[in-house]
């Protein structure tokens, strides 16, 4: 069945440095890639989307490309703040057997930046 | 100003006692859905509905009961067969292949 697979954590980074949390999925058919985001106590928010191959996602500094031949869908960030410390969830989401959609989310991935 | 409303933010109950978790939409979207999530780990489908007085079994739905009487509400009970109901409860909505939309949560503990 579907997938994802994301990088384990905590990362800890020091403020300014560059981020990379990896994603890859397996799945049938072509779902809609995200990356949400969950600050303490809280629900999920989304960070960014791409709904089909080669689409590049993009908010707050933050990016990731759909990419198809390799199932992968990294989260990126050039210069991480303390306030970017967070858990970040990658999902796909696909049409269900059973009518609607599903969500399948990675294990998630705790952020760490020190001042 | 759109939401999910979730209440109560904090629900202590004792072992062997029914809880009912409120989930309350203004978005207009059909469908609706209940995760848990523990510690560490990702979130978990208990159940889901696309539409009102319908309504489907997640990953995880032993122990959880729904109904969907109204568009704009999905409130989830965690029955006494649930075993290990202490978790965080997320109410989401989507629609199609859309990003969901997620409430605040509530943290349940059963002692």
């Known amino acids: 069945g579907d997938s994802v697979t994301q990088m384990e954590g905590p990362v800890t980074l020091s403020e300014e440095a560059f981020l990379t949390i990896n994603c890859t999925y397996t799945?049938?058919?072509?779902?809609?890639l995200f990356w949400y985001v969950q600050y303490p106590g809280e629900g999920l928010q989304l960070l960014l989307k791409?709904?089909?191959?080669?689409d590049k996602g993009s908010n707050k500094g933050f990016e990731a490309t759909y990419r198809k031949e390799t199932t992968s869908f990294h989260l990126e960030k050039g210069s991480v703040q303390v306030s970017d410390s967070a858990v970040y969830f990658c999902?796909?989401?696909?049409?269900?057997?059973?009518?609607?959609?599903?969500?399948?989310f990675g294990a998630g991935t705790r952020l760490f930046v020190k001042a | 100003d759109g939401g999910i409303t979730q209440s109560p933010k904090y629900l202590f109950r004792k072992e062997g006692q029914n809880v009912t978790l409120s989930c309350e939409q203004n978005?207009?979207?059909?469908?609706m859905y209940w995760y848990r999530q523990d510690p560490g780990q990702g979130l978990r489908l208990i159940y889901y509905?696309?539409?009102?007085?319908?309504?489907q079994k997640g990953d995880i739905a032993e122990g959880y009961s729904v109904s969907r009487e109204k568009k704009e509400s999905f409130p989830l009970t965690v029955t006494s067969a649930q075993k290990n109901p202490t978790a965080f409860y997320l109410c989401?909505?989507?629609?199609?292949?859309?990003?969901?939309?997620f409430g605040p949560g509530t943290r349940l503990t059963v002692t």
């Open positions: 799945a049938t058919g072509y779902p809609s």
């Open positions: 509905s696309q539409i009102v007085n319908d309504f």
């Open positions: 989401a909505t989507g629609e199609g292949g859309q990003e969901q939309y």
């Open positions: 978005l207009n979207h059909d469908a």
């Open positions: 999902a796909l989401r696909y049409p269900s057997h059973t009518g609607g959609f599903k969500t399948i």
């Open positions: 791409a709904t089909k191959a080669d």
